[in-house]
């Protein structure tokens, strides 16, 4: 059974900096794509940043220059730094990753940024 557990949500003050990390277990497979996704209350889910097999990384305008995806293959974890956080980037933040032709999703961590 394929189980994701993120970590590192919290509240921070704007400007601060916050990282998030997803483990990934009860994988057989190689994972494809890893990602993350936010929403705020009464928004839809958006894709914040994703990074491919091969390294190759997306960010959503609005992550460009402050957050950064990476991931480690071995533990099969994918971290989002996010530096200068702003209030806007209050959300709940779901990971997600694809293996073959399916996909799973974390739990949820929050985000706060106060003004």
């Known amino acids: 059974q394929v189980q994701l557990v993120e970590s590192g949500g919290g509240l921070v003050q704007a400007g601060g900096s916050l990282r998030l990390s997803c483990a990934a277990s009860g994988i057989i497979f190689s994972i494809n794509d890893m990602g993350w996704y936010r929403q705020a209350p009464g928004k839809q889910r958006d894709l914040v940043a994703a990074?491919?097999?091969?390294?190759?990384?997306y960010y959503a305008d609005s992550a460009k220059g402050r957050f950064t995806i990476s991931r480690d293959t071995a533990k099969n974890t994918v971290y989002l730094q996010m530096n200068s956080l702003k209030p806007e980037d209050t959300a709940v933040y779901y990971c997600n990753i694809v293996v073959g032709i399916h996909d799973y999703w974390g739990q949820g961590t929050q985000v706060t940024v106060s003004s």
């Open positions: 990074i491919t097999n091969i390294g190759t990384t």
